[in-house]
């Protein structure tokens, strides 16, 4: 196994769902339906330092979490394994505890999703993955996908994972 520090900078961008049709025969009063508009948050950006894993044909990609991506407590490792780049798992634990799996073969996955709260399942269904990490010489990783909760689209993510030298 090896093990090197890195600078790690992750780009996210989440867009709610408009559901407004899905949900207008429950919904009561039009304040009920302004909750439901589509919504799209800026993207956020967060450098940090971490380490990049190579143990066997496994890639690892670990760092901690923090308040700007209101995650706090939680430790975050992408992983992939090099003569399989097309799937990429996502491992955090800590005050959020799931793992998604992005696969542009089989692209929908259920996963457990734990929000501290209670755990519920997710559907991830991966529209885009893009990888050309490796150990030696870092590089990025960049998932666009949907998240579904029993069966309705709730968001649509894109996420960037750069690893450079420090």
Known sequence: ??????????????????INRRFSDMISTEDE???YEASEES????VTDGVIIEDGDMVKISYDENELVKMQGAHTIFAFREKSPTTVSMLRIGSITTTLIFDSLKPRHICLYNSG???FEVAI???YLSNNMTYNSG???VVEYSVEIRGIPA????ISVKVSEL
Do not use: H, L, W
């Open 43 to 46: 993207p956020v950006i967060f």
């Open 33 to 35: 339906m302004e909750e």
């Open 1 to 18: 196994m090896q093990i090197r520090p890195v600078k790690i900078t992750i780009t996210t961008n989440t867009s709610s769902v408009n």
């Open 125 to 127: 269904c991966t529209d």
């Open 139 to 141: 590089g990025e990783i």
């Open 155 to 158: 968001e649509y993510n894109r």
């Open 117 to 119: 709260a209670f755990p």
